[in-house]
């Protein structure tokens, strides 16, 4: 689902720098984005509903972070399903699908009758997850004037921390709504279950949007539909671009590409190829920090060092618009500095954060029956999660993701990057579903190791990670 190069408007023409539809575009890609920000929505809702849903069905921590992590299943499956489904039927029916399973899965998961129900529609959302975080980029690549591509193309990760963000602000209110409790009862339900099943109003908007929207000229011109292809070409690239030789290319590069094997990235003597391993490597080490614990645990994190329920969820909501700056800084140096050394940057920075959250987490107090830590470790605590978390945003956060992208020879790319984003979510999952666990063992020992792996990630940038600054793709062999 790569798109082909666009040629040099004609004279008299769109500048490339000034397209006269980058309105048009913009709101294209927003739409499509929308279904980053469903991303980053139903990762992070979860938060809000921790405590509620262990003292509903009154489980322990290792049957709780199963059901916390059962969306990381569906999203393994919808991720490596998504590609194939949007070449058959299209990125716009690919979308609809989407929010179908995310309308459903928050439907669902609002209004569960047993643990296992709760699960189920966890693992259909997850799928939902998949397919968006596949197809969104996709479909914001093929449809982009080539001078706002990489521009564009961030509107997804900005979209998911957006929607982490959002969905922070939201567990906020409706807690305060139930006066603190997330068992409190608002209209029939307790807060918790409007935690979950607030997520049909973006579903059904991802919907609507998708509607609104034409499909992508790649799979236009893929499936025959030319003068529709020529169409929407002249929407978003202007009006006298040669819509004829567009078409040409495009039909050219789907009939020359390469469809990559799995036994493409098979070589040496470690079974893949060096590059492959080394984008495992980054996808791994992206999850072994800790990252996703701040997003799926942290209100429950803060209450078990003593901040009351309503407090916790300010935290959490601030930690996320840590996270949206994080992002934008990233952005902004990504392209001046370059790739490896934003990541060193990270990597010294989240090590250093962890290291003081370990220390401040070792000096808790369980003898009130709850866990508390004194006023300056608790103070410690909550700044090291917050600079732990601006630094990932900053430099993993956006930098795994462009490597990605960038790092693979072409005849590999498509099939390395599904190895890479596949070891993500693996490495997703075990990283949530072993910390309650962890943190019951030893707070402060969890934090270690996620300290830990975040000292190891700097030799790996250092030997391994290739600078791709200024390299055009055909460069990468």
Request: net charge neutral; hydrophobic share 50%; with cysteine.
């Amino acid at each position: 689902m790569t798109s082909s190069t666009a040629k040099t408007p004609a004279p008299g023409g769109p500048s490339p720098s000034h397209p006269e539809h980058l309105g048009h575009v913009i709101f294209i890609t927003a739409a499509a984005a929308m279904g980053g920000f469903l991303f980053g929505y139903d990762s992070s809702v979860i938060n809000g509903a921790v405590e509620a849903i262990r003292d509903r069905f009154d489980v322990g921590s290792a049957v709780l972070a199963q059901v916390i992590a059962a969306a990381l299943i569906g999203c393994a499956f919808g991720a490596a399903t998504a590609g194939r489904i949007a070449d058959r039927i299209g990125r716009i029916r690919c979308m609809q699908i989407a929010s179908v399973l995310f309308t459903a899965s928050a439907i669902g998961s609002a209004l569960p009758f047993a643990l296992w129900d709760l699960a189920m529609w966890r693992i259909i959302g997850g799928f939902g997850i998949g397919m968006a975080s596949v197809i969104g980029p996709a479909y914001i690549a093929e449809v982009s004037p080539p001078a706002y591509r990489g521009r564009l193309a961030s509107f997804q990760q900005a979209a998911i921390v957006i929607g982490i963000a959002v969905s922070q602000l939201v567990n906020w209110g409706i807690l305060n709504l139930a006066d603190g409790d997330q068992r409190g009862e608002i209209g029939g339900l307790e807060a918790w279950q409007w935690m979950l099943g607030v997520m049909v109003v973006p579903a059904v908007l991802y919907g609507l949007l998708s509607f609104a929207i034409p499909e992508s000229p790649r799979f236009l011109v893929s499936v025959g539909r030319m003068e529709k292809a020529k169409t929407v070409l002249r929407e978003v690239e202007g009006d006298n671009i040669d819509a004829d030789a567009r078409v040409r290319e495009i039909d050219s590069a789907i009939h020359s590409e390469h469809k990559p094997r799995f036994t493409d990235l098979l070589g040496g003597r470690f079974g893949f190829l060096p590059i492959v391993w080394v984008g495992i490597g980054l996808s791994v080490f992206q999850q072994l920090v800790g990252i996703n614990v701040i997003f799926y645990y942290s209100s429950s994190l803060w209450q078990s060092v003593g901040v009351d329920p309503s407090s916790s969820f300010l935290y959490s909501f601030e930690t996320s618009v840590v996270n949206i700056i994080g992002t934008v800084i990233a952005m902004l140096l990504v392209d001046r500095i370059g790739r490896k050394p934003l990541a060193l940057i990270g990597s010294a920075g989240m090590a250093i954060s962890l290291g003081c959250a370990a220390w401040a987490f070792s000096y808790k107090d369980t003898s009130g029956g709850q866990i508390a830590l004194p006023h300056t470790q608790g103070l410690v605590a909550l700044i090291a999660a917050n600079c732990f978390v601006l630094f990932f945003a900053l430099s993993w956060g956006v930098v795994v993701w462009v490597l990605l992208g960038e790092m693979f020879p072409g005849r590999i790319r498509a099939a390395a990057l599904g190895v890479a984003a596949a070891a993500q979510w693996i490495a997703n999952w075990v990283i949530t579903v072993s910390f309650p666990t962890l943190s019951d063992w030893n707070l402060s020992g969890a934090y270690l190791i996620y300290t830990a792996f975040a000292l190891l990630s700097i030799p790996f940038i250092l030997k391994w990670v290739p600078e791709t600054k200024g390299k055009a793709l055909e460069e990468m062999g």
